[in-house]
Structure formats: structure tokens, C-alpha cells
């Protein structure tokens, strides 16, 4: 989510993808000192191919709308890193678990609560970056 | 640590890389091809079985990898025993575990000095779009900066420490933004000085 609030969409998606690039490559980059090919066979790995498509989303709704940053990252975030991401995840989980979409929706609420607050905090993030380095806001040229 | 490379020499580290991601790829393809028991138990004891040629202290790392399957695997498991098909969710687990912990396998037995050729191998078509060069330089800068970047944090969460009793939990988050903003335009600045990333 930072990533697109900060970076903008296009350097947001691809700071993500050369990130997956390194965890694909066995470096323990993920939360959880996760990472190597084993996390591309597992059930997040919608959620994970989906990161760049979602940091691309929120820097392009940070690019586009004039709010402030605090509300624009947010939103951004939300738009992003939920309504973009989730599909990707829950298509992932629905593959690797053989559950039907329905099902899979359903596990992805879980992790709901959590991400709404990360969003939230992609906001302040952003704003406080805002703020001490206007010029280093590169989604607000 | 900062690869998941095993320090425990197998016989898999000297395989040539690209073999064993060829490998990786059928193996797994195969495994989502089919529902049969039995064909994914033998899936299953075939990786650990590979396990064993590290010993047993790599078989118990590998078997540690798998932990954070394990709540998708309850949910999962709970599911399918809560509508009477418990062959198919063990079915699922058994395939889940066999394709993550053959993955895994690579990893461990893969040096990142091995891996980095066959990414190189496999970018070139898009040399075109993407400078080979340029791809290397972001990689290896990604690779350096990730203990600066541990360390700028530990630093963070020492000044907060000698600020506050509290936890600095999210605290940490904009500082830490700031210094990699920092770190990243003076290496930028640094790099066009001595010509530009090429």
C-alpha cells in the first residue's frame, strides 16, 4: 500500500515487483522472515501476485485525486490494497485450497480488520512523509 | 540471516539451478493435475524423503518452513470435515504441503550466486525493455540496502527506547519511511555523479 501512496503507480509497481523478484529468488523478505518459491506454492500466492496490480492502483488514485494526502492515501490504500488485492488473493486461495470463490471470500474477511488498519496507517505514513519532504512525494510531482 | 539458502551442504547444492526449477515446475504441475490419494502421499513422502539425503537437522528446518500453512490448513481440514468430505481436504493439505515443501527444497539448496545466472538467462528476451545491466544493479542495491535499512530501524527503535517505556509499534513506521527516501536519493545522487546506472 505505501509503496503506490509513496512511490506513485508505475515506481510503485515496479519497487513491488522487483521486491516478489528477490523473495522468488530465496531471500526471507516477507513478514515472518518468509520468502523463497515455497511462498509462490502456497495459499497466498494470489494475494502476493496481485501486490504490484494493487501498488500500481493506489499510487494512480494518489496521482489522480486532489485530496489531501492523508484521506487520498487512504483511500488509495483501501482502493488498492482491498478492493484490487482481494480479488487476486481469494482467486489464489480458491485455487491452491480447491475451495469454491464463495468459500474463499469468506477466509479473506480475516484478514479484513487487519488491513484496515494498515490502510489507516498508509495514511499517516503518508502524510507525515508529506509533510517533512514534500519533494521525496513522488505519486504528487 | 539473509538468505534461506541451508548452511547444510545436500547433494542438491551442486545440481545445475535451472534443472532443479525445471523439476520444481513439473513436479508441481503435476501435483495440481491430479486428486488422487495415493498419488499425493507418494508426492509427499518423495520430498521428504529428498529431505533426508541433508539429515535430519535440514528435514526438521524444512518441516519448521511449513508453519505458516498450518491455520489454512486447520480452516481448511475444518471445512471439509464439517461437510463430510475428508478424503478431499486431506487430499488438498497433502498436495499444499508437497508443493510448498518442494519448493522450499529448491530454495534451501540454492545458492543465490546459482540463482542470479538463470534469472539472467530468463530476462534476456526483455533486454529490449530492460537493460540486463540495469536489472543486476537494482538487485544487487536491493541486497545491500536491506541491512542498512535494519539497521536505520534498530537505531529508530533505540532513540524511542531511551524516549519512552511504551513500544514504539507504528511509531517506527514514518522515521523509517523517511531514512530509506533519504538513503535512496543520495545513492541516486550518487550514481549520476559517477555516470548514471548505465
Known amino acids: 500500500m505505501l509503496c503506490g501512496t509513496i512511490l506513485g503507480a508505475k515506481r510503485g509497481a515496479f519497487a513491488v515487483l522487483l521486491f516478489l523478484l528477490l523473495v522468488a ?3 526471507p523478505l516477507l513478514s515472518g522472515g518468509r520468502g523463497g518459491l515455497g511462498v509462490f506454492a502456497g495459499p497466498s500466492v494470489g494475494f502476493l501476485l496481485g501486490f504490484p496490480v494493487a501498488a500500481f492502483v493506489a499510487g494512480w488514485v494518489m496521482e489522480r485525486t486532489t485530496l489531501p494526502p492523508l484521506t487520498a492515501a487512504m483511500a488509495g490504500a483501501v482502493i488498492g490494497g482491498i478492493g484490487v488485492l482481494y ?3 481469494i482467486a489464489g486461495m480458491a485455487l491452491v485450497l480447491d475451495l469454491s470463490l464463495t468459500e474463499a471470500s469468506y477466509l479473506a474477511f480475516a484478514f479484513l480488520p487487519g488491513d484496515l488498519v494498515k490502510a489507516v496507517l498508509a495514511g499517516l505514513v503518508t502524510q507525515a512523509i508529506a509533510r517533512a519532504r514534500p519533494g521525496a512525494l513522488l505519486s504528487r510531482g | 540471516m539473509l538468505t534461506l539458502t541451508s548452511p547444510v551442504e545436500t547433494p542438491f547444492h551442486r545440481l545445475p ?8 515446475a513439473g513436479f508441481t504441475l503435476l501435483l495440481f493435475a491430479t486428486d488422487a490419494l495415493p498419488l499425493l502421499g507418494a508426492a509427499l513422502a518423495l520430498v521428504a524423503a529428498l529431505h533426508l539425503f541433508g539429515g535430519a537437522a535440514f528435514l526438521a528446518h524444512g518441516a519448521r518452513l511449513l508453519r505458516p500453512l498450518w491455520p489454512f490448513a486447520a480452516v481448511v481440514f475444518l471445512w471439509h470435515l464439517w461437510r463430510g468430505e475428508v478424503l478431499a481436504g486431506l487430499a488438498i493439505l497433502i498436495r499444499l504441503s508437497a508443493a510448498v515443501a518442494a519448493a522450499n527444497l529448491v530454495t534451501m539448496t540454492t545458492r543465490l550466486s546459482d540463482m542470479l545466472p538463470v534469472l ?44 519512552s517505556p511504551r513500544r514504539p509499534g507504528w511509531r517506527m513506521l514514518p522515521p523509517a519511511a523517511l531514512a530509506a527516501l533519504d538513503d535512496a536519493d543520495h545513492v541516486a545522487e550518487a550514481l549520476r555523479a559517477r555516470g548514471g546506472a548505465g
Do not use: C, T
Not at chain 2, 539451478?17 to 520444481?24: E, N, S, T
Not at chain 2, 538467462?121 to 544487487?140: D, H, K, S, T
Open chain 2, 17 to 24: 539451478a535451472g534443472g532443479k526449477l525445471a523439476a520444481l
Open chain 1, 25 to 27: 529468488l530465496g531471500l
Open chain 2, 120 to 163: 539472467e538467462r530468463l530476462a534476456r528476451p526483455l533486454a529490449p525493455l530492460l537493460p540486463p545491466a540495469r536489472l543486476a544493479l537494482a538487485i544487487a542495491l536491493v541486497i545491500r540496502f536491506i541491512p542498512v535499512l535494519s539497521d536505520r530501524v534498530a537505531q529508530i527503535r533505540m532513540a524511542f527506547a531511551a524516549r
Open chain 1, 87 to 89: 480479488p487476486f488473493g
